[in-house]
């Protein structure tokens, strides 16, 4: 977390749990777009054999 939970930052705890949130969304979308371009390769490997 980058933000302390002190006083310092004036986030609303909806900005804060938006922040923590968007790690995740990341790292989920990554995941998808991987799987995505792994079934491409996986046809055009397929493809290039035949």
Same mark, same amino acid.
Request: no cysteine; net charge positive; aromatic share 22%.
């Given at each position: 977390m +980058? @933000?302390?939970s002190g006083t310092g930052h004036? /986030? !609303?705890p909806y900005a804060g749990s938006l922040?923590? !949130?968007i790690?995740? /969304? /990341?790292f989920s979308s990554a995941i998808y777009y991987l *799987? +995505?371009?792994?079934q491409i390769s /996986?046809? *055009?490997s397929? @493809? @290039?054999v035949n």
């Open positions: +980058i @933000f302390g004036r /986030l !609303s922040w923590n !949130s790690p995740v /969304l /990341l *799987k +995505i371009i792994y /996986l046809d *055009k397929i @493809f @290039f």
